[in-house]
């Protein structure tokens, strides 16, 4: 029985394999795909300046390891893809209302699509079924944001390595923490939620 009941127990699901659309999924999986690149540009207008940083803190990466997760890896790369083509050919949906290729601030928008790949995988393997597997989840999406985004930065700009760090890792691990905190107690509580009305 392939219903959306039966889906929280199936292994290998995403919460968007729960959506009841056996016969559409091509149109659904279209929408899926471009409401979470519209997702992740609202939220990447929710930016705060950094004081010594060209980065802000913004929705973005929470917005990108959220639909990563939620929609498993196939789609949420296909969404982030089409996020980051999108805004370098000219939309101004990338971190305070700017758009194309090459700003400092671009290589997070790369590591954003690898982590959104790989969190989708990690949630398809149940990563985003309990507190501490989806705490694990979210550390190991933001680990690859960074790992792209901070030598970007540190290229882009000229600063050294130990400069980038500096300035686009160290302000924003509070951040993180809080985002990471949010996805802890929301994808859990989901699956709970669809397990009781199954």
């Not at 050919?89 to 601030?105: K, L, N, Q, T, Y």
């Not at 990690?122 to 309990?130: C, I, N, T, V």
């Not at 923490?177 to 397990?195: D, R, T």
Request: aromatic residues 6%; glycine residues 16%; without cysteine.
């Amino acid at each position: 029985m392939s219903t959306a009941a039966a889906a929280p127990v199936r292994s290998g699901a995403v919460l968007a394999d729960l959506l009841p659309a056996a016969r559409h999924r091509y149109a659904v999986d279209t929408a899926l795909v471009v409401g979470g690149a519209a997702l992740t540009g609202i939220a990447a207008q929710i930016a705060v300046p950094v004081p010594g940083s060209p980065v802000p803190v913004t929705g973005q990466t929470f917005a990108a390891l959220l639909i990563g997760t939620a929609l498993g890896a196939r789609r949420g790369f296909l969404s982030l893809a089409l996020y980051a083509l999108v805004g370098m050919a000219g939309v101004p949906w990338f971190s305070e209302g700017s758009s194309g290729p090459g700003g400092a601030s671009f290589g997070y928008v790369l590591g954003m699509l690898l982590a959104a790949t790989v969190v989708g995988g990690l949630a398809r393997r149940g990563g985003d079924r309990s507190v501490l597997r989806t705490a694990g989840t979210m550390a190991v999406g933001s680990l690859i944001i960074y790992a792209v985004g901070v030598p970007y930065l540190a290229l882009s700009t000229g600063m050294s390595m130990s400069a980038a760090v500096a300035a686009g890792l160290v302000p924003f691990l509070i951040g993180d923490a809080l985002k990471a905190a949010l996805a802890m107690g929301a994808l859990p509580a989901s699956w709970k939620l669809i397990g009781r009305r199954g």
